[in-house]
């Protein structure tokens, strides 16, 4: 069976490319770059020569400002704990209720300490009102962390102006982005637009590098401690042996997201709206999370109302394809994502979300099996839901769904 793979915001895979750089690094030059003999030598420029491509790649920021780390799951610990470790003073943080777990979760963690979090609400559409940012924002605020692209909806935020605001509004606020879905997709100029960002969190597996790597971009002057400590490795801010084929092979994952940029995002874009408009076109009762906001050119989040997304993606899986119910961080779970829930997606399809993701390595083909196999795979479902009129195809009457609470 031919198997199509439409999960690419949860991993990505390994370009060809990647691994060819990284292989040296396992077999002939394996050293540790912190070792003094002149064999580690090689080790450690390639170290510094990965360093100097992200940086480039960020907007022209210092080499010094990219602190390596296993992935961004750390690199968003890292920030937010290691900003409140450093300024124990303000206890207040401001983020938003869609935020990935990596986010979601230290803050909850931080609540329980005793902070307290300001979790900005979302419209239907998934974007956050400005005057509830604004007026969010506080004399004793420590830090702000807003996501650049949501990962299963792909909506975009401003970041840029976000951050303006915050700097404006008090200079001494920190400002943090996960730009894990939006590194390699989106530009990203940390000495232009995005310059008021203090932290940005983002990781190799989403652009074609190995799983286990990451990175945190770390403005100078930014009070933030150490979140592993024992080593003197990344200047004394992250304690272990530096990862070197794998920095090596962000690196090269890096360059190769600036070749022909343009080209392969409209053809992603060009593939996802392609995909929208069929489904629109044969499935009733569907919406589209995120519709009417900016949106990451690779995503879509369908909710599909009256049926179960495990089903869904069981009978995808049954035709070999692979997408997920939203993050893959959350995918083990019963209960509807917390991001849908604070979009107020309706209770009938908060349960029946897909969402499909595409990369670089997706083709026409790809979309055409997609496009033949899911209104399928929904029509067969609703077949046997007992919320839908087979007869009529459509929802049955006089069927009366309570709305579980919203309230966590």
């Excluded at 009978?315 to 509807?336: F, K, R």
């Amino acid at each position: 069976m031919r198997t199509v793979y439409a999960d690419n915001n949860a991993t990505t895979a390994i370009a060809p490319e990647v691994l060819q750089a990284m292989m040296p690094y396992f077999t002939t030059t394996y050293y540790n770059p912190s070792s003094m003999y002149e064999q580690a030598r090689e080790a450690a420029k390639a170290l510094e020569s990965a360093r100097q491509t992200i940086a480039d790649f960020l907007g022209g920021v210092q080499p010094d400002e990219v602190l390596f780390t296993s992935c961004a799951t750390e690199s968003n610990n890292n920030a937010i704990y290691g900003v409140t470790r450093a300024n124990p003073e303000r206890k207040h943080i401001v983020t938003s209720g869609v935020e990935h777990p990596a986010v979601f979760e230290v803050c909850k963690d931080l609540q329980r300490q005793g902070f307290e979090i300001t979790f900005l609400p979302v419209d239907s559409s998934g974007q956050i009102d400005i005057k509830d940012f604004v007026g969010a924002l506080r004399s004793d605020t420590l830090i702000v962390s807003i996501m650049h692209a949501n990962n299963e909806t792909g909506v975009i935020f401003p970041v840029q102006e976000y951050a303006r605001i915050t700097k404006e509004t008090d200079s001494d606020i920190i400002f943090h982005t996960d730009a894990t879905q939006s590194i390699g997709k989106l530009e990203l100029n940390l000495t232009k637009e995005f310059q008021h960002v203090d932290l940005l969190s983002f990781s190799g597996h989403k652009i074609h590098a190995p799983k286990g790597i990451g990175a945190l971009y770390i403005r100078r002057g930014t009070r933030i401690k150490p979140f592993l400590i024992g080593g003197h490795q990344e200047k004394g801010r992250r304690a272990g042996t530096e990862n070197v084929p794998y920095i090596v092979g962000l690196a090269r994952a890096i360059e190769l997201a600036r070749q022909d940029h343009d080209r392969v995002e409209s053809r992603i874009r060009k593939m996802r709206d392609r995909m929208e408009q069929a489904f629109k076109e044969r499935i009733s009762h569907i919406d589209i999370n995120g519709e009417g906001a900016p949106r990451l050119p690779n995503t879509l989040s369908v909710a599909v109302h009256y049926i179960e997304g495990e089903g869904i993606l069981f009978q995808l899986n049954q035709y070999g394809i692979c997408a997920s119910s939203g993050s893959a961080c959350t995918s083990g779970s019963l209960e509807p994502s917390h991001v849908l829930k604070a979009m107020h997606v309706r209770f009938t399809a908060a349960h029946g979300s897909v969402r499909f993701s595409l990369s670089r390595y997706t083709t026409e083909e790809d979309i055409d099996q997609i496009i033949d196999v899911f209104p399928q795979v929904v029509t067969k479902l609703r077949q046997l839901s007992p919320y839908w009129d087979q007869k009529e195809n459509r929802p049955r009457d006089n069927i009366t769904l309570i709305e579980p609470s919203t309230q966590d």
